[in-house]
Every structure is written in C-alpha cells, then in structure tokens.
C-alpha cells in the first residue's frame, strides 16, 4: 500500500515512524480535547434549559388577573429562549460531531500508516 505521505520515502523507517506516533500521539490529544468542550458545552446548555424552564414554570404558577397580559407576553419569550437554545444545542452537537469524527479518521489513516 502506497502511503500518503511522500516524506516516506526521504526519511529512514525508524524516523518515519516517530512522526507518525507523534501525529497519532496528538490527534489523540485533539480528540480528548473535544470530547472534553463537548461535555462543557452539555453542562452549559442542561443550566440554561433548567433557568428557562424553572422561570416558565414560576411565572405559569404565579399569572394573576392584574398581569395576565403581561406574564403571557413573558411566557412566550421564555418559550422562544427555550426553542432557540433547543436549535443551537442541536447545531452544537453537529458540529462536535463532526470534529470528533474527523480526528477519528486522522488517527485512523495515521494507524495504517504504522502498520
């Protein structure tokens, strides 16, 4: 199998091969890293659903006849909140997604390459 890397040639087996461990050594790094940001962007986004829904549900338990107008219109914008961070969790989630399956190929070609 003909590599993809045409410093393979130049370079002795031995060295070859210390730069490929090192480059598998920090793609792993890299994965951790955002597997790391996935977990903190999850605890940050659980927070803000559990304040949007804790003040939806103060506010739907405490509407009186005097404001009802008033705590709809907020009832509504905490609905939108809840719905626009519901999206942007899911598009964050994509986008980890995505990096963390493409440090999964690097490390992959990289461990063929040793091989």
């Not at 130049?10 to 792993?28: L, M, Q, V």
């Not at 907020?74 to 994509?94: D, K, M």
Request: charged share 25%.
């Amino acid at each position: 199998m003909k590599s993809s890397f045409q410093e393979k040639d130049n370079y002795p087996k031995e060295c070859f091969n210390k730069k490929i461990e090192k480059a598998i050594e920090i793609a792993h790094g890299i994965r951790k890293f955002e597997t790391e940001l996935f977990w903190s962007r999850t605890k940050f986004f659980y927070t803000m659903f559990a304040a949007t829904a804790g003040g939806y549900f103060y506010i739907y338990n405490n509407i009186n006849s005097q404001n009802n107008k008033i705590s709809l219109k907020i009832l509504l914008i905490t609905s939108c909140v809840g719905l626009i961070s519901s999206i942007a969790w899911y598009l964050v989630n994509r986008g980890s997604k995505y990096w963390m399956e493409n440090w999964e190929t690097h490390i992959d070609n990289l461990e063929d390459e040793v091989t």
